[in-house]
Structures are given as C-alpha cells and as structure tokens.
C-alpha cells in the first residue's frame, strides 16, 4: 500500500503564508517518492495483453482490448492534442481548459502566420520553462477530434479512413507504437502526468485488439 499524499504546487502569493507554506512542502516531501509527479498518485498500470486471454468470446475480448488501449487514448496527453475546435487545451482532468494564449491549428495545424506553435514549442521539452516539445508539435485535424466523443465513437473514427488520415488498421498500429509525436505522451515533461503504462504496452493492446477483428464498445 503505498499511498501518496498529492503535493501542491506552492504559489506563495502572500508573505505571511510563506513560513507555514514552507513547513507544510518539508513534511510532506519528507514522505513523499522523487518528485517525478507529485500531483497525482501512481496511476494503475496498463494491462498486458495476456491478462485478456481469459477472455474465450473474441469479439469479447477485442472490445475489453480496446477499453484498456482507452485509458491511454483519451487521457489528456493525447486528448489535449485532439481537440474538437480549432484551439489546443492544456492541463490535467478537471483543471483542463482551453489553451493559453489563443492560438488556433492554421491551415497546416501549426498555427498562424503571426503565432506558429514553433515560437513556444521547440524540439523537446524545455526543462527551465517546461514547455513542452517535439520537432513536429501540431494540433490533429479537426476530422480526428477525440474530445468529447465517447470511447466507441472514437473506436469507429479510428476505423474510418475518411477520418483517420486514410489509412489501414496496420497503419493505425504503426502510427499508435511507434509515432514518436505520440510518444510524447509518456515523457510529458513538466508536472504533466504521462499516459498509463508504457508506449510499447499501448502498442501491444491495439495489435491485439487488430488481431482479434478491431470490434468497437457497443457505447
Ligand atoms: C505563445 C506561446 C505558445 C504558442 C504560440 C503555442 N503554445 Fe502550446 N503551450 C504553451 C505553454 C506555455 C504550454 C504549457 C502550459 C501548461 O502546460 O499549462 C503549452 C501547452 C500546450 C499543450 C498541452 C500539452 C499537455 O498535454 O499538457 C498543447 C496540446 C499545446 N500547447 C499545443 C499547441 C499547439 C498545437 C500550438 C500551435 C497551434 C501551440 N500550442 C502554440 C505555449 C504556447
Ligand atoms: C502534440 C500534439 C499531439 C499529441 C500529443 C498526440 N497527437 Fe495524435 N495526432 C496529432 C496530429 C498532428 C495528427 C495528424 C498527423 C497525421 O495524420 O499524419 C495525429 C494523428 C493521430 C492518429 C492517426 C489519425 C487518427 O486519429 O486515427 C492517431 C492514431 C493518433 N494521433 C494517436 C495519438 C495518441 C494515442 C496520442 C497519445 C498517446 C496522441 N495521438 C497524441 C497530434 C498529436
């Protein structure tokens, strides 16, 4: 049982909450595992594809495949990158909101002419500002919106060539395992909570849940 005690992150506005503000950081580090993400307790692993083979229906089994592979799909790391409007979101869970400042995807979804995604975003993440990075940091079309879809509808765009960049379900699975863009997502930088388990493990449940016949969650 190893229970973590979130960690704020200190904002001292006022001087006077400064020395019990102080106090409070010491105690709680003194109990805390290194500071890779102090926000969030650990979260549950992924799956390995095994844990399925129980599983006998498998159609059954590709739906239950494709749920665990959700939990990386719409956690904020790939979401925030797949916005519904033209605009990018930022942060975790409830704290999500639409990106600051408004910038929004341009003709080629690296933004305007007069605020390219490149004049803050570099090529890796930026440690001192905690910007994050990657050589081709851009906003997903707006055809491959997740936010807001619900799993199964986003497991039918996925599917859907019209939607998905025009490409098959190999395609799909080469993109999800080895896109390093995507790969992102488990080396956020920052305070960022990284997507569950590991981009490897996330690739092994969709080449499962391909080779089981790519069946969708019923809703
Ligand atoms: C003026 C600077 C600036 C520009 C231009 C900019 N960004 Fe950002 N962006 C930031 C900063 C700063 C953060 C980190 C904020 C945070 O994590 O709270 C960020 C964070 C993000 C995130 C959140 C990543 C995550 O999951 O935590 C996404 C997605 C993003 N930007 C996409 C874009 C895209 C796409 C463009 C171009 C269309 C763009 N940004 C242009 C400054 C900028
Ligand atoms: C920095 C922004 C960014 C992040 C983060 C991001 N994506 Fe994307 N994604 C894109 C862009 C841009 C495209 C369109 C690229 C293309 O079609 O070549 C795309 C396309 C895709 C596609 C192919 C088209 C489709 O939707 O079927 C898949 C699959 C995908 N992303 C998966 C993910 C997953 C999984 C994550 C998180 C683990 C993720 N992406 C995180 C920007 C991002």
């Known amino acids: 049982m190893n229970r973590i005690v979130p960690l ?86 409830v704290q999500r909101r639409l990106h600051i400042p408004n910038v929004t995807r341009g003709v080629d979804g690296k933004g305007v002419p007069a605020l390219r995604c490149s004049s803050c975003h570099q090529a890796q993440n930026n440690v001192a500002s905690g910007v994050p990075g990657h050589a081709m940091w851009h906003i997903a079309p707006r055809e491959m919106a997740w936010q807001d879809l619900s799993l199964a509808e986003i497991c039918e765009q996925l599917k859907d060539p019209k939607r998905n960049g025009n490409r098959t379900l190999a395609q799909i699975h080469e993109h999800m395992a080895h896109d390093t863009l995507v790969g992102w997502a488990w080396m956020p930088g920052a305070q960022r909570e990284p997507a569950p388990g590991t981009q490897a493990q996330f690739g092994a449940l969709v080449d499962a849940w391909i080779k089981t016949g790519a069946f969708c969650p019923a809703k």
């Open 8 to 93: 704020r992150p200190v904002r001292l506005l006022l001087p006077a909450l400064v020395l019990s503000a102080l106090c409070g950081t010491a105690l709680a580090q003194d109990a805390s595992p290194p500071m890779t993400s102090p926000m969030t307790p650990a979260m549950a692993p992924l799956r390995t594809v095994r844990s399925f083979d129980a599983i006998a229906d498998p159609q059954e089994r590709s739906r239950a495949l494709f749920v665990e592979a959700g939990r990386v799909i719409q956690s904020p790391r790939c979401v925030n990158c797949h916005p519904s409007g033209d605009r990018p979101l930022q942060g975790q869970g």
